[in-house]
């Protein structure tokens, strides 16, 4: 039988304030446990949550980057809520009136076609704390911090009909969030994780099967690994007579498998009420005027524009719009070049990123500026170094060794582009290897490789490759 594997996607990021939803409490990551959790975060007696506007205003920034409808009144609700990790027992959410409704996101496939990928809703919400197990033996411990952190989860339509569709979506949701600067995307602190929904049902028909729900993924490859792992379970439960569960399962990351963690509650099982501490949000049409004043070019805008006005491949554009970052060094170094954008975009693909990971560095940390990249590539334009001693420059300035023009002056590197000293080396190359010169004019042609590699290695690699070519053309093919 063929089956057709159905996928959504609850993600939660973590808004970028530095006071939590309801408290004036930290969000700050790395601080001692329970030190930044306040009498409101924990639901103490006399004590009332007040709504952190910056929230709804980070929301309303999503909302219209996705093209999705700003409810004008939304409300929160109590949801309630049976672990240690929330001691008031219940989580400040929204349900039936969330901020933001609808909306898309158009995810690249590998065929180089596109997908649009449904959002049912995007809600705010308080975070949880975290329960501790390494050090306390037979025990669990609590740490409150990230109670009442600010939440955005965004609920995904089951669109999505593959791990690779649903990794993809969610690169692309984390590139677009962190574009926004309403999440730092910070995966291994937990500002962006996900929970996958995932069922199976014959090719063909409508009815969805019986999901489980995938707990708290964090990284890329494990959502992919996880889902392509239940797929199969899920396929081989059902072929074998069984019946899938509605549950909720773990990533166990070390053995690559799922296991079980809890049945799954259905929405009647938290019982959600209206919040009776927090009045409705209104959303007045000036605050959505203003906020759409502060959105920045999106990833898919810039994109095409680079296509469109640097005449990148899509390849390339999309990989240098991956980040907000890379899009912004990549355009400062083209301004620089001198506009050399195919050449600046190779530079930054191949040993920019090259380099970063070699030493794991992000870019805010590069030794390299894109003003220092873009220098480098217009003395590649302008013929004073090869692109192959520009390489040498390249490392020399990741190294901290200075500028372009320092590097290049101080390792006299610049380009000999001086026809007559070119040709005598090409003539003494000639000379010391009569042997394949016999070989190349009895039609070995693969040998004018060898003869371009000892010119170039007598020049030091200084001489302009492609005289070079030229005049060894010239006297190799004389008779």
């Known amino acids: 039988m063929q089956w057709e594997t159905v996928i959504g996607l609850e993600i939660h990021v973590q808004l970028a304030t530095k006071s939590k939803i309801f408290s004036g409490a ?72 969330p901020l933001v409704e609808g909306g898309s996101l158009d995810i690249e496939l590998d065929d180089g076609g596109t997908k649009r990928i449904g959002i049912t809703r995007a809600h705010l919400e308080e975070d949880a704390g975290k329960s501790l197990h390494e050090d306390f033996h037979g025990m669990t411990g609590v740490d409150l911090n990230r109670a009442g952190t600010p939440l955005m989860e965004i609920v ?48 063909g028909q409508e009815e969805f099967g019986t999901r489980a729900e995938l707990k708290n993924l964090n990284s890329f490859r494990f959502v992919e690994r996880a889902l392509a792992y239940e797929v199969e379970r899920q396929i081989d439960v059902i072929e074998g007579g069984g019946e899938v569960v509605q549950e909720t399962r773990l990533f166990d990351v070390d053995k690559g ?8 509650e259905e929405a009647n099982d938290y019982r959600y ?37 640097h005449g990148l491949p899509a390849y390339d554009a999309g990989v240098l719009t991956a980040t907000r970052e890379l899009a912004d060094f990549y355009e400062s170094a083209v301004t620089e070049s001198g506009g050399f954008a195919k050449r600046t975009a190779n530079w930054v693909m191949s040993e920019l990123l090259a380099y970063l990971n070699k030493d794991g560095l992000d870019l805010t940390e590069s030794p390299v500026t894109p003003e220092m990249l ?64 016999e070989q190349y004019r009895a039609g070995k042609d693969k040998l004018f490789g060898f003869f371009v590699g000892q010119v170039m290695k007598a020049s030091g690699g200084k001489a302009n490759p492609q005289q070079v070519n030229e005049l060894l053309k010239n006297k190799l093919d004389q008779s």
């Open 374 to 437: 873009g220098r480098l590539v217009a003395r590649i334009e302008d013929e004073t170094v090869s692109g192959r001693v520009a390489k040498d420059v390249f490392e020399a300035m990741w190294a901290g060794e200075g500028e372009p023009d320092e590097v290049i002056e101080a390792k006299g590197l610049k380009q000999v582009t001086d026809s007559s000293a070119i040709e005598e080396m090409v003539d003494e190359v000639i000379a010391n290897n009569p042997k394949q010169l």
């Open 257 to 264: 498998v799922t296991r079980s963690m809890r049945t799954k």
């Open 26 to 97: 930290s969000t700050a990551y790395g601080a001692e446990p329970n030190r930044q959790a306040c009498p409101v975060d924990l639901g103490m007696p006399g004590v009332l949550p007040v709504l952190n506007a910056e929230v709804v205003r980070m929301a309303i920034k999503f909302g219209l980057a996705v093209g999705a409808h700003i409810a004008p009144r939304s409300v929160f609700a109590r949801k309630n809520y049976f672990y240690p990790d929330l001691p008031k027992g219940y989580q400040i959410s929204q349900y039936d009136l």
């Open 273 to 309: 009420f209206p919040e009776p501490d927090l009045l409705p949000v209104e959303v007045s049409e000036q605050l959505v005027a203003e906020v759409r004043e502060t959105l920045p070019e999106l990833p898919d805008e810039k994109r095409n524009r680079f296509i469109e006005e």
């Open 156 to 203: 995904s339509e089951p669109d999505l009909r593959s791990p690779q569709e649903a990794a993809a979506y969610m690169k692309k949701l984390h590139a677009l969030v962190r574009y926004l600067e309403i999440c730092d995307g910070n995966m291994q602190e937990g500002s962006f994780r996900c929970d996958a929904n995932i069922s199976v049902r014959p090719r």
